[in-house]
């Protein structure tokens, strides 16, 4: 089950409903928050995917319970887009693949928000988002080589900060990020 902040219901509705209630429901929420929108419209899962991407929101998935298509969005924020980085240990997306195709021994650490790493992430990738991780750092060996991954490389920039402020000896940003991921994925059933 997805956590999401808002439900949204536009069952039975026909295009463009759809896409014009989800405007009016992020609006509504916070950046970084999950909108969950409940459709009966075939039509609606291309619709909102390509809204999303054109309005800067990310699309995350969509399921179908019963058929009612459950489609899931992320509202970006502003940071995410710039993917500012202050944390100056980093590593590259392919440098990052390297890696994990030598089975080197480290740990990935995703910290974007459950309802993108259910959807979408790379295999072995402990997943431990940035709002909880100050709560799970007991989940974490301070000697282990931490490779952390986000989005856009924003919030793992703020989490290896906050990691090698917490003692974490061997911690490294991925940049860009799941955004621009070219290696095997997972999804979560």
């Known amino acids: 089950m997805v956590k999401t902040d808002k439900v949204l219901d ?6 463009p409903m759809p896409i014009v209630k989800t405007k009016k429901a992020v609006n509504d929420i916070q950046p970084g928050e999950v909108l969950e929108i409940q459709a009966t419209d ?4 291309a619709d909102l995917k390509a809204w999303a991407e054109k309005g800067g929101h990310q699309y995350l998935g969509t399921t179908e319970e ?3 298509l459950k489609h899931y969005l992320r509202k970006s924020t502003i940071d995410e887009e710039k993917a500012e980085t202050n944390y100056s240990v980093l590593i590259t ?3 990052l693949k390297v890696k994990l195709e030598k089975n080197e021994d480290i740990v990935l650490l995703d910290v974007r928000e459950e309802a993108e790493y259910l959807f979408n992430h790379i295999p072995g990738a402990l997943s ?5 991780l100050e709560d799970r750092l007991h989940e974490l060996d301070k000697e282990s080589q931490i490779f952390v991954v986000c989005r856009t ?6 989490a290896s900060q906050k990691l090698t402020e917490k003692g974490f000896t ?8 799941m955004s621009e991921w070219h290696g095997p994925t997972e999804t979560v059933n």
Do not use: F, M, Q, Y
């Not at 536009?10 to 295009?15: D, E, F, I, M, V």
């Not at 431990?128 to 909880?132: A, D, F, K, N, Q």
């Not at 490389?153 to 703020?158: K, P, T």
């Open 153 to 158: 490389g924003s919030r793992s920039d703020l």
């Open 170 to 177: 061997n911690v490294t940003n991925v940049v860009p990020g």
């Open 128 to 132: 431990i988002p940035l709002g909880e």
């Open 93 to 95: 997306n392919e440098e």
């Open 42 to 45: 075939k039509g609606s899962t």
């Open 10 to 15: 536009a069952k039975g509705l026909a295009c």
């Open 66 to 68: 019963g058929g009612i």
